[in-house]
T-cell receptor
């Protein structure tokens, strides 16, 4: 079974440009999460999508946005790139079973990430 | 808000040494707790988990016990190998199913020398 796949693996952009990162979840998973791993800042939660809707958003400016498609794949868009956007962007997927005694099944599995360099 | 604190690295060990990485958390209720590992140039891999107090997660010789009384989830391995060199992240997920986002600690880099 394929894991979470992300594309591209590496990307170089210049300040002010726009970028789109892509993520395909594990088959059967409906939730997709985006995290930013910037040097020295650890892993920061960006966005959570489930069933095509944005469910939660981290403390990032509006130029970070995304969407989830009917096949549950997702895109992360970053507009007006800034130097500090240089980071590894990780996508994760999970089931999203809501109900008593089920949170243990909502484990997040991560892709290998997209490394974005902004020059 | 929720937070996770783990010991800063790097931690440098010799092969077959005992490894402990401390992790403490702040959260309401009973969060689920995780250890993820990141090998050089790769994404995160789930190492082990615990979803309720006194649960012990284990995998690949690593263990961690969910201690509600001390709000801790320390990672241990009795005999490390060079292949265990990686960055280890402690993380929590809120108790409520609707709060699915993970909150991570800062990561601990472990270097095992032959």
């Amino acid at each position: 079974e394929a894991g979470v796949t992300q594309s591209p693996t590496h990307l170089i952009k210049t300040r002010g440009q726009q970028v789109t990162l892509r993520c395909s979840p594990i088959s059967g998973h409906t939730s997709v999460y985006w995290y930013q791993q910037a040097l020295g800042l650890g892993l920061q939660f960006l966005l959570w999508y489930d069933e095509g809707e944005e469910r939660n958003r981290g403390n990032f400016p509006p130029r970070f946005s995304g969407r989830q498609f009917p096949n549950y794949s997702s895109e992360l868009n970053v507009n007006a790139l800034e130097l500090e956007d240089s980071a590894l962007y990780l996508c994760a997927s999970s089931l999203n079973i809501v109900g008593r005694g089920t949170p243990a099944k909502n484990i997040q599995y991560f892709g290998a990430g997209t490394r974005l360099s902004v020059l | 808000g929720d937070s996770v604190t783990q010991m800063e690295g790097p931690v440098t060990l010799s092969e077959e040494a005992f490894l402990t990485i401390n992790c403490t958390y702040t959260a309401t209720g009973y969060p689920s707790l995780f250890w993820y590992v990141q090998y050089p140039g790769e994404g995160l891999q789930l190492l082990l988990k615990a979803t309720k107090a006194d649960d012990k997660g284990s995998n690949k010789g690593f263990e961690a016990t969910y201690r509600k009384e001390t709000t801790s989830f320390h990672l241990e391995k009795g005999s490390v190998q060079v292949s265990d060199s990686a960055v280890y992240f402690c993380a929590l997920r809120p108790h409520k199913a609707a709060g699915n986002k993970l909150t991570f600690g800062g990561g601990t880099r472990v270097l095992v020398k032959p």
